[in-house]
């Protein structure tokens, strides 16, 4: 038994029905949801489908749309929803290799009782509990699907399976749906595709950081603005926000670019994860070069996570597999030149906590060092270590060679 969109009460689900919204033009589109009073995020399809349009036309910017609260309580009166008027602001088409299909709308006037929903980054949460509101033709007044998020795909995308047999599946009047994780407390995506409805049915959405670099204005807008994180690290998106380090910036930045790798040590929670994403990032990218960062936790193959990320970075001309082909035949460095082709600038690869290496197998190990730290003509590698740990990792017969050919820098509290 599916469960309809009023069945429910709880703070939760009060949050969820103040930000979801229906888009309609000359028939019902899909959801969306607010990011910020007066914007609604979407899929530029479902803008298509609630104009009655063919998805490959251009929808220009201030076509004329109007959004809904379906899950919020119906008129007094019993009356029929008028909506809410609003425009096309940006609009991203389907691209043949299935990236884009992001819209944004801009509300005439912010809706009554409504909120933004906020918005995270789904990384190293694989296997967390998701959820997700469809609004399909056979239950117009909402139903749920709960799933598990995935791992991520080439066009940019996060996968969701079924929690179960009993959750719906995703159909038609899903897309452009939140997708809001229990863990983050927080959305990490908008439902985008699914597979034919089927007991294993996979279910994807954009991820957050696939939406930013689509739309790269909305970064500033979806990204937490509080400079206060707690334990968590500082990201790159809070550079404007990361300040005090100034000076540990430009060593590390100069260390970099007078030795191709360079490791920051220092104790459990100095920074070390905030100044190489939220300082070192911004700055490199500043002087024309690109930058990738990975948690060495979180990675088993990192010549599948390096392929996967060119194959997103570098416009997509070439399949995930080539790259990775690419990478175990001729290396970082040449794989490059084949991918970025008449780009400038050095790639930049930060490998954050590097100390959970100790805990990976010897072969993924020999991996991740004949990737990262051989043939790195235009590569330049940055790695963080917990000082603790600087003695375990330097007598690792693999690592410690790796590591001893480039240049330190402490980094204290």
């Known amino acids: 038994m599916t469960e309809t969109a009023r069945a429910w009460s709880g703070s939760l689900y009060d949050t969820l029905a103040a930000g979801i ?4 033009a000359a028939s019902l589109g899909g959801a969306g949801f607010l990011i910020a ?32 609260l379906p899950l919020a309580e119906p008129p007094p009166d019993g009356g029929p929803r008028t909506g809410w008027p609003a425009s096309v602001e940006t609009w991203v088409p389907v691209r043949a290799e299935r990236t884009g ?5 801009r509300l005439r006037e912010p809706i009554p009782g409504a909120r933004p929903l906020p918005m995270a980054e789904a990384d190293g949460v694989r296997g967390g509990r998701a959820r997700v509101v469809g609004f399909p033709r056979d239950a117009p007044g ?15 995308w996060i996968e969701l399976s079924r929690a179960d047999g009993q959750t719906a599946h995703v159909r038609p009047g899903f897309s452009g749906s939140p997708v809001w994780d229990d863990t983050l407390n927080a959305v990490v995506g908008l439902v985008v595709a699914a597979q034919p409805v089927g007991e294993a049915q996979q279910a994807y959405a954009l991820r957050t950081r696939t939406i930013v670099r689509e739309i790269p204005a909305l970064g500033p807008v979806i990204r937490p603005r509080s400079p206060f994180r707690g334990l968590k690290p500082y990201q790159e998106g809070d550079a404007e926000v990361f300040f005090g380090r100034e000076d540990d910036i430009t060593a590390v930045v100069a260390a970099l670019y007078a030795s191709r790798t360079v490791t920051v040590y220092g104790p459990s929670g100095c920074g070390k994860s905030s100044l190489a994403r939220a300082g070192v990032v911004p700055r490199v990218r500043a002087d024309g070069h690109e930058a990738l960062v990975f948690n060495a936790g979180d990675i088993s193959s990192i010549r599948f996570v390096l392929a996967t990320e060119l194959h997103e970075a570098c416009g997509r001309s070439y399949g995930v597999d080539k790259i990775e082909s690419w990478l175990r035949d001729h290396g970082l460095g040449d794989t490059l030149h084949r991918v970025r082709r008449d780009a400038t600038g050095d790639l930049v690869i930060v490998l954050d906590q590097a100390e959970a290496l100790l805990n990976r197998t010897p072969a993924e190990i020999d991996e991740l060092v004949d990737v990262l730290f051989t043939r790195l003509s235009g590569v330049r590698v940055l790695v963080t270590l917990r000082s603790d740990l600087v003695d375990a990792v330097l007598r690792h017969p693999k690592l410690g060679p790796a590591l001893l050919g480039g240049r330190t820098v402490p980094l204290a509290p």
């Open 37 to 68: 009073p007066d914007l609604v995020l979407t899929c530029a399809h479902v803008v298509s489908d609630a104009l009655g349009r063919p998805r490959d036309d251009k929808v220009a910017a201030g076509t004329p749309v109007r959004v809904e």
């Open 21 to 24: 919204v229906q888009v309609r």
């Open 101 to 105: 299909d992001l819209a944004v709308l």
């Open 142 to 156: 909402g139903t749920w699907f709960e799933g598990r998020l995935g791992g991520p795909t080439g066009e940019g």
